[in-house]
Structure formats: structure tokens, C-alpha cells
């Protein structure tokens, strides 16, 4: 080759006129980050299977109605719920490894009120369905299935035995805890759908079980514990000896019943709890008596609290033994108590000293525990002791015939009441389809987003925000709220400390931080999508996303 | 984007990339994504001068490349002398706004460019060099540098004898010449650097800027911890982030919540695999030492 040929041929300068992106350095990788929704720990534990990680997203941006819709679409009583729900999701918040755990329940309580106000409705958009469902008990395990099975479109028919829907969330939970306004708008939403309501018939009674299983595709049983436990002692027929839940229903429809001047309270659950504090605000002097010590107490920490602060007064170690007086209760004769062996509830049991002590009261309020009365129910079904048999989504031994509520094996709580309801709905829209139903949309993913999933480096430290609570002074002169709403601000604040964990939120940290250009915005919707033409596979997107919304995976 | 729940808000984050996919840098290069992030602080028109080193070929092998600003790739001592010529070139040419730019490795700036560099700063050129410290002369197999730190491992300094020296001070050389403006940075910070650089864009004369840039073969380091590493080196005050203006007004601009011991820096690279518990504290008083000499200048006043 001459030299002029090769000056032709190689410029004096070199310089680069094609794009490196005909390099496809994605065939590099050996492994490849995928964007996934992880379970928050706190999704795992709502026993309604919220999705808090969302609906704190969208609450920390003000997007409430869009909130609350997502929280509607797991829990159709979130005004209800950010009340009364003892939000165990927050005990296992992995923000508390961090500092303090999101005040879940307060924001949740603010959404939910922020619906009420904006009576924000529920449009019905599935076709009818021509089958109909027969929901009996109208408490919340009842209402719930009647909603989302109304919303897939079935004719649903509830029929209760009680002059106004709602349960225990009325009859049972008292206003300054659950204002009745709170609990109607919920219930309302329910009724402008078109479920039909029969309130006053008792099935079993009015109206034979048999009726209702002819008459419907499928039945959804939610009627309820209320079998008050036995109290073998004397005196139990005098004047001014009541169970809990009938001195709570009397109370609750806004009549007030005397109950004298002092008044005993037995029993350590939140029933117990309620019914001292409804005591107080009817003018009374308040004992309650437990037969263990307070650290076995079954009634939540906060609510004892706010017990003692309103002036009850709490004698521990100590069971009943006799009510006397004439015809009307002038006191009770209590038995010392001291601790034994642990028993099956793994708490130490109570074993009578023999020695005694009297107590002046003209009330005495039996909270010792209801259970589920068999004979109310078909004599068909498979019960396992005093509760209902059922699989995981609520099905019976019978065909067409499902149950939920305080009816089965769950805790007795509203919002276990609620899942129950849901996955029942979802069982029966199973059923009636003819398809196995076994996932009911919980957003229970497989993989968890524990704490050790976050990259925690990317969250400040802020303060949880406290409750607002009534002095107890005040609280004990009237049956008002004691705890009110937070403010937007507040809600906004909180909703913010989330961390989202296991959601995408777009906060563009794999983006940011790609060397090699990747992750990009993903055009046709929410979050962000991997170049896999030029990812390397570093990982670096994954180390450093913030809520283990990322992961890696290894190809064969 | 949303980021209300985070530490740094993320949309500040400037869009626009100048550069692209396909480079050639390893998987999870501190290097590859600073230049990244570097460019989106400055912006254009923005013109690189690259002396021989591994970002010297990152961009890709002729005739490809992934850069989207003019690129000069330059003989590995000469980046000093030839941003000096070229930011002359582009102000002959009614070019003046132009931002020169040189990046070169800790070699080619601790080592082999630093006469070039101090006679650049020297005469107060209208130009920013920007050092991508990674520590070693990793294109060519991880020899050690004037920028390799005390105790590392590298290829001529094997783990039976670790580098005996500490690492040369070039920031405390760099402040000696009395230049506009001297800034730290790592792309474990992204807003902070970023703001470096448009800063320093905005500035004139001579400015310098350090990067601290993982690099997973030369540090044994999982590809996937560059970040993290290089963000422990800012939490233990390793690599304190800080600018300097006229050599007068020093500020710490990324100040740690708590300072992390140097153990979790150390331990989490193989190049200091052999360090023993002792040199460990030896190593720590070091850091400590100098990092409470730079302290006390931060926030002084200039008068
Ligand atoms: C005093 C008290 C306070 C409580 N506080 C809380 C709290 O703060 N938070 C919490 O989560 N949980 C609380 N609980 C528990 C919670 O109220 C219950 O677990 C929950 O209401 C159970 O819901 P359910 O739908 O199964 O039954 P219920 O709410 O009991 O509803 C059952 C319904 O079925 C109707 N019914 C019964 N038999 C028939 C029949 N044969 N035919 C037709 N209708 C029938 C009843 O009238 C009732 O309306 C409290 C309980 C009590 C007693
Ligand atoms: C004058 C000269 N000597 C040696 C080399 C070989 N060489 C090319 S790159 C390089 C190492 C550069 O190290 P550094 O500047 O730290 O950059 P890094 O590769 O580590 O990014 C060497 C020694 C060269 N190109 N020119
Ligand atoms: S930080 Fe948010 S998503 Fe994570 S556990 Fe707590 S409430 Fe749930
Ligand atoms: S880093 Fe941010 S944007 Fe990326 S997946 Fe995680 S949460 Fe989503
Ligand atoms: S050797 Fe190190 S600096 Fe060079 S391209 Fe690879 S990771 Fe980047
Ligand atoms: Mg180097």
C-alpha cells in the first residue's frame, strides 16, 4: 500500500461518528433488576388486608378521595376504622426500627372522615348479576360481604334482628368512641347501592333458616356472639345485676340507665372497659374487678389508660363470690385471688385464697365474655366448640352456606369481622361462578418487605404525630368523642413519615443512579421499566431503592 | 416523581442526559455514572479533555461513542496544559461559552498531569478539571497511585505489603494555589454534586473538583455497593464533602447525622481485606486527624 492510500483512508484525527448505543451491553448481565410490589409488614397484619403503603402514598400528596377509594376497596368502614380498630398494623410498622411507627390509624381516620364529608359515593359499574345472596346479621362481617358482593353485582338481602344495621359497631361500642353519625354515613353509602335491608326479623325465629336457604343462592351468617358465659354465684337474680352487652345496647340508642352510685364492674376485656366507662359518664363511682393482675388484662393498653384516667378504679386479683341486698343489689362479696400455674391461654390462672372482702355498689355489670349461641344457628353445620367450622374464605360443611364475624375462628374484632366479610364475598362470587376462589386480592404477595429490604439511609427522622385526646375531666361529662381528628396538616405529615414499603412511589432513586442509562420512566403508565438492551446488571438500582420495591434476578 | 418521604426531592434532579447507553464502563463504575450526573450539572456547551485512562475509553472504541458534548481524548500528562489551549482556541473563535472541561483518573492528576495542573491553576485558567479519584491506575490493571490510600492492596502493592504511604493530599495542594473555587463530591450525593457543578459553571478561572468513584474490581467490591461504599466514605469523613472558595471560605456541604467508624468503610471492600484490628485504629486516628484539621476551617469567616 502507498502512503498517499493510507492518508485517505486514515483520518489525521480520529473521530467518532457513531453511536455507542449499537453496543448493547445488556448481553453482559447475569442477572437483572425486576421492578415488585412487596407486602408492607403492616399490609400483612391489617386483618382487612389494607393497603396502607398506598393509600399513605397517595394521603401524603392530598390525594384523599383517591385514598380513600383504595382503602374502600379493601374495608368499606374506613371512618369507622380509624376509630375503633386496634390497628395492630402499626406493631409491626417498620418504621419503628427507625424511629416511631406511622400513626396508621389517624391517617386512616382522616381519609376515612374526609369521605363522609365530600359524600364521596360508590358507583355500581359491573352488570346485574341474577342471583341473589341472603346476608343475616347486619354487623360488620354482614354488611361487608353485602357490600362487595353488591358491587360484583348480585342482589344482595341482609336481614338482622335488630331496628338499625350495624351490631355491636352500635349496640355494643359506645358513642365516645364511635359517634352514631360516623357509623350511619358508613352505613348509608351502604343502603344507596340497593341492598335491601330487614331489620326486626330473627332468622331461626320470625323466619325458619330453611326459608332463606330455598330463597337465595347463597347464604353469608354473621349473627354475632351473644351467649353471655355463666356466673354461678348467688345473688345473680337480684335488682341491678346486668351482663355487659345489654347495659351497653340500652346506652346506646342514647337512653340512660340509673345505675345508683356505685357500680362494679367484673371482667378484664375492653367490653369490661367500655361498660366502666359508660359508668362514669352516668354520674357512677366505678370499680372493676379482675381476677388476675393487669398485665394478663385481654383489654388494650390505651383503653385501660383512659379508664383509669376518667376515675375508675381498678381492683386486681380478685373474683366475684356473692351479690347481696334485698331486692335490689347493695353490694358484692369479693374472694381474694392469687396466681397459679399457667393454663392453655398462657397466662398464669387465678386460684381463690378463701379470703373475702365486701364492696357497697347498687350495679353490678357482668363482662365475663359472650359466646356464639349454637342454637340460633342450622343444626346441619360442623361447629368446632362454640364457633362456627370454616376454611380460610368463610365455607361451611354446608353447599351455598358461609359464615364470618365473632361466628368463627378469629379474634373478635371489627376489623376481623371485616376481612372475613370480604373473603366470604369473594368465596360466594366463587361459588356462584363455579370457579375456585382461593385468592382474595389482599395484596398478600409472597415476598415481604421487612425492614432489612429498605434502604432506611434515604428516610430522615420525624417525629410521630400524638393524638388528640379530651382531658379526662371533660371526657367523663358527656358521651362526645374523646379522641378527635387530626388536621390535614397532621394527616398529611403522617401520611408522609410512611415509608411506603414493598410500593414503588416514582422516587426516581434506581433511575438516578443508573450508570448506564436503564431505568426510564415508564412510558405507558405508573413507575419505571428496565432498558435490558444496555443494563449491566450491577444492582446498584436495587441497593439503593429505598422501599424494596426492586429485586435482582439470577438467570439460569 | 414523588420523594415528600425522602431525603433529597428528586426532581431537582436535572432531566436532561448527556450521554448515552452502551459505554463501556464496568458493571456498577462510580466513574461512568459521576460523568453522568456531572453533565447534568453542567450542561451545554461543555467540551471534555480526557487524558489516557479508564474514561479515556468508557466512551467506546472508534469509530463509537456515547458522549453528546465534543470529546478530546489527550496524552495521559498533558490534561492541565491542553484544557489551557483549548479553552484559548474556543475564546479566538467568539466561543467563550464554552465550559472546558478536563476529567482525568487520580494517575493522571496526582501522578503523571500534576505539573501541568498546578501551571494551569497557577495562571488561573478559565477552565474546571474535574479528578475522578478512584484510587489506583485501574485501566491498566490496578497499580498504585499518589492517590492509592494507606493499606490498600493493589496490584503492585500486594496484601503482604499494602501501600506503606498514605494517600497525597492533592486537595490541600489544589487549596495551596489559591485558585476560585475547590470542590469534593461523590455520586453517592447526587444533589450535592450536581450543585458542584453547576456552581462551578457558573464561576470563572481555575476550579477543581475531587470525585470519589468506586470501583469494583480495582476495590473488590461487590458491583452493587459502589453507592453505598462511597457513601460511607462521606458518613465516616474519609471523604468529607466540602467546597472552598478562594481558598478562604470552607464549607462543609453534606454534614453526616452520625459519623460511622472507618471499620464499615474498610471492611466492606477486599482491597483492605488484610487490614488487622490495629491498623484499623491506626487508620482511624489518621482520618480523624485530618479530617479535625479541615473542620476547623469549615464556616470561617473571611475577612
Ligand atoms: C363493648 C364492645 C366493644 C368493642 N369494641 C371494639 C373495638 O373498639 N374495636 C374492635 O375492633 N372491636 C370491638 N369489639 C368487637 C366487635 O364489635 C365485634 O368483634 C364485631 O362487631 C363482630 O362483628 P359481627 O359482624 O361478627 O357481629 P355483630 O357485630 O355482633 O353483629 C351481628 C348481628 O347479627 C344480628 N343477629 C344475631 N342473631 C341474628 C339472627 N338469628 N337473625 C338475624 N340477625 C341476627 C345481630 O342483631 C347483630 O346486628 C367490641 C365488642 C364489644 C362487645
Ligand atoms: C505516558 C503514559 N504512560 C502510561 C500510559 C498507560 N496508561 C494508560 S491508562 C493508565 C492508568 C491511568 O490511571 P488513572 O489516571 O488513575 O485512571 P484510571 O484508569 O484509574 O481511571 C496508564 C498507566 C499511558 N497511556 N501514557
Ligand atoms: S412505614 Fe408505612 S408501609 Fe412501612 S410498615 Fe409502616 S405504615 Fe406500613
Ligand atoms: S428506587 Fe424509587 S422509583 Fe425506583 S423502584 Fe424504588 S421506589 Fe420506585
Ligand atoms: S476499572 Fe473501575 S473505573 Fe475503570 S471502568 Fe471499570 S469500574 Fe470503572
Ligand atoms: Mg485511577
Not at chain 1, 489 to 495: L, N, T
Request: aromatic share 8%; with cysteine; net charge negative.
Amino acid at each position: 500500500m502507498k502512503y498517499t492510500d493510507r492518508q485517505v483512508k486514515t483520518p489525521l484525527c480520529c473521530i467518532s461518528t457513531t453511536s455507542s448505543l449499537v453496543n448493547k451491553t445488556g448481553s453482559w448481565r447475569f442477572a437483572s433488576p425486576v421492578f415488585i410490589h412487596r407486602a408492607s409488614p403492616c399490609n400483612e397484619q391489617c386483618p382487612a388486608g389494607e393497603d396502607i403503603a398506598g393509600y399513605m402514598y397517595l394521603a401524603a400528596q392530598g390525594r384523599f378521595e383517591d385514598a380513600w377509594r383504595l382503602i374502600m376497596k379493601e374495608n368499606p368502614f374506613p371512618a369507622v376504622m380509624g376509630r375503633v380498630c386496634y390497628h395492630s398494623c402499626e406493631t409491626r410498622c417498620n418504621r419503628a426500627e427507625h424511629d416511631d411507627a406511622v400513626s396508621i390509624n389517624m391517617v386512616e381516620r382522616f381519609i376515612g372522615d374526609y369521605g363522609l364529608a365530600h359524600s364521596i359515593e360508590i358507583e355500581l359499574t359491573r352488570p346485574e348479576i341474577d342471583k341473589r345472596v341472603a346476608i343475616v346479621g347486619a354487623g360488620p362481617a354482614g354488611l361487608t360481604a353485602a357490600y362487595y358482593l353488591r358491587l360484583m353485582g348480585y342482589g344482595v338481602t341482609v336481614f338482622d334482628s335488630n331496628e338499625l344495621p350495624g351490631g355491636l359497631m352500635r349496640y355494643g361500642i359506645p358513642p365516645y368512641r364511635l359517634p352514631k353519625e360516623i357509623l350511619d354515613g358508613e352505613i348509608s353509602r351502604l343502603s344507596n347501592m340497593g341492598i335491601d335491608f330487614n331489620m326486626g326479623v330473627k332468622v331461626g325465629e320470625g323466619l325458619a333458616w330453611k326459608k332463606i336457604n330455598s330463597g337465595f343462592d347463597a347464604v353469608f351468617a354473621a349473627i354475632g356472639a351473644y351467649q353471655e358465659a355463666d356466673l354461678e354465684i348467688k345473688g345473680m337474680d337480684k335488682r341491678g345485676v346486668v351482663n355487659a352487652l345489654g347495659f351497653l345496647r340500652e346506652v346506646n340508642p342514647g337512653k340512660y340507665p340509673s345505675t345508683g352510685k356505685k357500680v362494679t364492674v367484673i371482667g378484664g376485656g375492653n367490653s369490661a372497659i367500655d361498660c366502666a366507662r359508660v359508668s362514669r359518664r352516668l354520674g357512677a363511682d366505678v370499680t372493676l374487678v379482675y381476677r388476675r393482675s393487669q398485665s394478663e388484662m385481654p383489654a388494650h393498653t390505651e383503653e385501660v389508660e383512659m379508664a383509669r384516667e376518667e376515675g375508675v378504679e381498678f381492683l386486681f386479683l380478685a373474683g366475684p363470690g356473692e351479690i347481696y341486698g334485698q331486692e335490689d343489689v347493695s353490694g358484692i362479696r369479693l374472694v381474694k385471688m392469687s396466681l397459679g400455674t399457667v393454663d392453655n391461654s398462657g397466662r398464669r390462672r387465678p386460684e381463690p385464697t378463701g379470703e373475702t372482702f365486701d364492696l357497697d355498689c347498687q350495679t353490678v355489670i357482668l363482662a365475663i365474655g359472650e359466646s356464639l349461641k349454637i342454637e340460633d344457628l342450622p343444626s346441619s353445620l360442623i361447629c368446632d366448640g362454640n364457633l362456627v367450622k370454616v376454611d380460610d374464605f368463610g365455607r361451611t360443611n354446608k353447599a351455598r352456606f358461609f359464615a364470618g364475624g365473632d361466628i368463627i375462628n378469629i379474634p373478635r374484632t371489627v376489623t376481623h369481622a371485616i376481612g372475613s366479610g370480604r373473603r366470604a364475598a369473594a368465596a360466594i362470587d366463587g361459588f356462584l361462578k363455579g370457579v375456585e376462589r382461593d385468592k382474595d386480592g389482599l395484596n398478600h404477595t409472597s415476598e415481604l418487605a421487612d425492614y432489612n429490604s429498605l434502604n432506611s439511609f434515604y428516610f430522615d427522622h420525624r417525629s410521630r404525630t400524638k393524638a388528640h385526646i379530651v382531658l379526662a375531666d371533660k371526657r367523663v361529662s358527656s358521651f362526645k368523642e374523646v379522641v378527635s381528628s387530626p388536621s390535614e396538616e397532621e394527616a398529611v405529615y403522617e401520611a408522609g413519615r410512611c415509608f411506603n414499603c414493598g410500593s414503588c412511589t416514582e422516587c426516581g432513586n434506581c433511575y438516578i443512579f443508573c450508570p448506564d442509562f436503564s431505568i426510564m420512566k415508564d412510558p405507558d403508565g405508573y413507575g419505571y421499566i428496565v432498558d435490558l438492551d444496555y443494563c449491566k446488571g450491577c444492582g446498584i438500582c436495587v441497593q439503593e431503592c429505598p422501599r424494596g420495591a426492586m429485586k435482582m434476578e439470577f438467570m439460569e | 416523581m414523588y420523594s415528600l418521604n425522602q431525603r433529597f426531592d428528586n426532581m431537582e434532579i436535572p432531566e436532561d442526559e448527556h450521554m448515552t447507553a452502551g459505554h463501556v464502563a464496568c458493571a456498577g463504575c462510580g466513574a461512568s455514572l459521576s460523568m453522568r450526573l456531572a453533565l447534568k450539572g453542567l450542561g451545554k456547551p461543555t467540551a471534555l479533555v480526557v487524558p489516557a485512562c479508564c474514561w479515556g475509553i468508557i466512551p467506546g472504541a472508534w469509530p463509537q461513542t456515547a458522549m453528546e458534548v465534543p470529546f478530546f481524548n489527550t496524552a495521559f500528562m498533558t490534561t492541565g496544559a491542553v484544557i489551557s489551549g483549548l479553552k484559548a482556541a474556543y475564546r479566538r473563535r467568539g466561543m467563550d461559552d464554552v465550559c472546558v472541561v478536563g476529567w482525568a483518573g487520580d494517575g493522571g492528576t496526582y501522578d503523571i498531569g500534576i505539573q501541568a495542573l498546578s501551571g494551569a491553576a497557577e495562571r488561573n485558567e478559565d477552565v474546571i478539571y474535574v479528578c475522578y479519584d478512584n484510587e489506583a491506575y485501574m485501566n491498566t490493571g490496578v497499580q498504585r497511585s499518589g492517590g492509592t490510600p494507606l493499606g490498600a492492596w493493589t496490584s503492585t502493592t500486594p496484601a503482604k505489603a499494602p501501600k506503606s504511604e498514605p494517600k497525597k493530599d492533592m486537595d490541600e495542594i489544589m487549596i495551596a494555589h489559591r485558585i476560585p473555587y475547590i470542590a469534593t463530591a461523590t455520586a453517592a450525593y447526587p444533589h450535592d454534586l450536581i450543585a458542584k457543578f453547576k456552581k462551578a459553571r457558573s464561576m470563572r478561572g481555575m476550579r477543581y473538583i475531587h470525585i470519589l468513584s468506586a470501583c469494583p474490581p480495582g476495590w473488590k467490591t461487590p458491583e452493587n455497593m459502589s453507592i453505598e461504599i462511597m457513601r460511607l466514605a462521606v458518613l465516616s469523613n474519609i471523604f468529607p464533602l466540602y467546597e472552598v472558595e478562594n481558598s478562604e471560605v470552607f464549607r462543609q456541604t453534606v454534614i453526616p447525622d452520625e459519623v460511622e467508624p472507618v471499620n464499615n468503610y474498610l471492611r466492606s471492600q477486599g482491597r483492605f481485606k488484610h487490614l488487622t484490628q490495629e491498623d484499623i485504629q491506626v487508620y482511624q486516628r489518621e482520618v480523624t486527624t485530618r479530617f479535625e484539621r479541615l473542620k476547623e476551617r469549615f464556616d470561617r469567616i473571611a475577612v
